[in-house]
């Protein structure tokens, strides 16, 4: 048995390095970007009006222009004569000649001439060329997370496609002779499975289509047969179930015949004691515990930063903060507990707690949940003193989905 902190340092080792691969923009949400961008272009790209209003070259006294037609975004770039003036829309650009841009609120207009009564600014009102970004500077560094701006700055560039780091393949299998789906009738002795879909969504929320799904009896034969299949098409393989040491829990022996080898079993820590993690060639394999509230867990303890890491997240592990204890908390001599908890802030104070059903067959007050509570071993905690609180990578604080 070795501890969470061995636990984690194991799986953080055995990741293989992050692979790179060009997606389109769109599909590269959520990814890190694998390159340095820097802009193609300058940006704006031309000289062009701020404003819907008038252009022309600024004269130094008093003048009435002639106004000749009108510029619209769009529009080719074009000439103008000293004496005359066009009208401009908002992102046209501004013709050779010109150097200033009237806003429209602001101009005389009789007859078709602009009447200008005082002297004008040059540069007023123009976007210029390169002013944002010249052609050659880096916007966005190697390891930065694609979110939508991200993907809007790289559409503005003119990009259609990005270099990141690859998401793993992952299979996802649950055994228990006792399962049934959810939306079937419950016969004598079965249990509905929350694992599949819980881990399924948990992986969609992360960007992840699972390669397959599978929802297994029991059955040392076609167990076999599935991993044999998840261990050739995936990077990683979650096994739910079945990896304890009773007389129906195949998973380790069968992971062993097909070559995995055991990289830990079993960490110090409630829930989810008998975790399995081993690797067979660079394919990573996690045998979480069957109870559900261990599988949510183990999930976002260990699978979770695993696959955030393969992706090449430099931070890969849930976000953490240390938060007042509501009330006391008492320690495992042994183990690391990790608690369904719930933050909670009114007027600026934060404080976590505890929330109901804490054994590891229970996931109900999970619904409220917003945090797991961490305690390592032998370390009690006062009511009013802070612990360590792992965030869960949705909600806020007050407990609602964001
Ligand atoms: P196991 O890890 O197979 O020993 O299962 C531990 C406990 O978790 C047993 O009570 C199982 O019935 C339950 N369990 C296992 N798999 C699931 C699942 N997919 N959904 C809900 N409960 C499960
Ligand atoms: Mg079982």
């Known amino acids: 048995m070795i501890r969470y902190e061995e636990a984690q340092a194991l799986i953080a080792k055995n990741i ?187 992986l969609m929320q992360m960007g992840i289509r699972p390669v397959f799904v599978k929802r297994l009896d029991d059955q040392p034969k076609k167990i076999k047969q599935v991993i044999g299949y998840a261990l050739r098409e995936s990077d990683l393989v979650i096994l739910m179930g079945g990896v304890s040491s009773g007389d129906t829990d195949h998973v380790r022996p069968i992971s062993k015949e097909l070559g995995v080898e055991t990289i830990f079993w079993k960490v110090s820590q409630k829930p989810g004691k008998p975790i399995y993690f081993g690797k067979k060639g660079n394919t990573l394999v996690f045998g979480l515990p069957g109870n559900p509230a261990a599988v949510f867990t183990c999930f976002y303890e260990y699978v979770y930063p695993a696959i955030r890491r393969f992706m090449g997240f430099r931070e890969p592990h849930l976000g953490a903060n240390f938060f007042p204890v509501r009330e006391s908390i008492k320690a495992d001599p042994e183990k690391t507990l990790f608690l369904k908890a719930r933050i909670e802030s009114s007027d600026g104070r934060s404080v976590v707690m505890t929330l109901g059903g804490q054994s590891s067959h229970m996931i109900s007050s999970l619904q409220e949940a917003n945090g797991i509570l961490v305690i390592p071993s032998k370390r009690s905690v006062e009511q009013g003193r802070e612990a360590l609180v792992h965030l869960l990578p949705y909600g806020t604080e007050d407990g609602h989905a964001g």
């Not at 060329?129 to 930065?144: D, F, M, N």
């Open 16 to 202: 293989p390095p992050s692979q790179k691969e060009s997606v389109t923009v769109l599909a590269a949400l959520g990814c890190v970007i694998a390159e340095d961008i820097k802009s193609p272009l300058a940006l704006p790209f031309f000289d062009n009006s701020a404003m819907d209003g008038f252009t022309f070259r600024a004269p130094n006294r008093p003048s009435r222009l002639v106004i000749r037609g009108t510029l619209k975004a769009g529009d080719p770039r074009s000439h103008i004569k000293p004496g005359e003036a066009w009208r401009i829309m908002t992102g046209a650009p501004v013709p050779y000649g010109a150097d200033t841009v009237l806003a429209q609120e602001k101009a005389e207009i009789i007859q078709e001439t602009l009447v200008l009564r005082e002297p004008l600014p040059q540069g007023m009102n123009i976007r210029y060329k390169g002013e944002e970004l010249r052609k050659g500077k880096k916007v966005i560094s190697e390891g930065a997370i694609v979110t939508p701006a991200t993907i809007g700055i790289m559409a503005g560039l003119g990009k259609n496609e990005a270099q990141i780091y690859k998401k793993p393949r992952v299979s996802v299998i649950v055994t228990g002779s006792e399962l049934a789906a959810p939306g079937s009738d419950l016969s004598s002795g079965k249990i509905y499975d929350s694992n599949s879909a819980m881990v399924h969504a948990a």
